[in-house]
Nanobody, 125 residues
Framework: VQLQASGGGLVQAGGSLRLSCVGS????????MGWFRQAPGMEREFVAA????????YYADSVKGRFTVSRDNSKNTVYLQMNSLKPEDTAVYYC???????????????????WGQGTQVTVSS
C-alpha cells in the first residue's frame, strides 16, 4: 500500500494551497481518509477526515471554515483545500487511511492503518 501526498509549498499568509493524496495497493473506496499535520517539536495532530463515500467530513476546530476535505474515488485521491492560511498552519501534512467507521475515533492517529510520507507546507507572515 502506498499513499503519495503532494501539493505542499511556500505561501504567504492569507494564501491557498491544495494538497492531494493518491492511494495505490488498496481498495481506496473502502477506507476513510484523514489528514494530519506535524509542526517541528510538536505532536502529530488531526486536521480533517472524510468518510469512504465522501458524504461526511470532520475538521479540527483550528481549520474549520478555512479547509475543505474531499475525495474522488475514481482517481483514488483525497484532497485538502486550504484557504486563508496562517503561519501556525506551517507543518508537514500527512494523509492516512482508516478501516471501519470514521465517526468513532476519526481524530485518533491509531485509527489509521496506512500513512503517506508527508508534504511540507510553509506559511510566511
Amino acid at each position: 500500500v502506498q499513499l503519495q501526498a503532494s501539493g505542499g509549498g511556500l505561501v504567504q499568509a492569507g494564501g491557498s494551497l491544495r494538497l492531494s493524496c493518491v492511494g495505490s495497493g488498496l481498495t481506496f473506496g473502502d477506507y476513510g481518509m484523514g489528514w494530519f499535520r506535524q509542526a517541528p517539536g510538536m505532536e502529530r495532530e488531526f486536521v480533517a477526515a472524510v468518510t469512504w463515500s465522501g458524504g461526511t467530513q470532520y475538521y479540527a476546530d483550528s481549520v474549520k471554515g478555512r479547509f475543505t476535505v474531499s475525495r474522488d474515488n475514481s482517481k483514488n485521491t483525497v484532497y485538502l483545500q486550504m484557504n486563508s492560511l496562517k503561519p501556525e498552519d506551517t507543518a508537514v501534512y500527512y494523509c492516512a487511511a482508516a478501516e471501519g467507521a470514521l465517526r468513532f475515533g476519526y481524530s485518533n492517529l491509531r485509527k489509521y492503518r496506512y500513512w503517506g510520507q508527508g508534504t511540507q507546507v510553509t506559511v510566511s507572515s
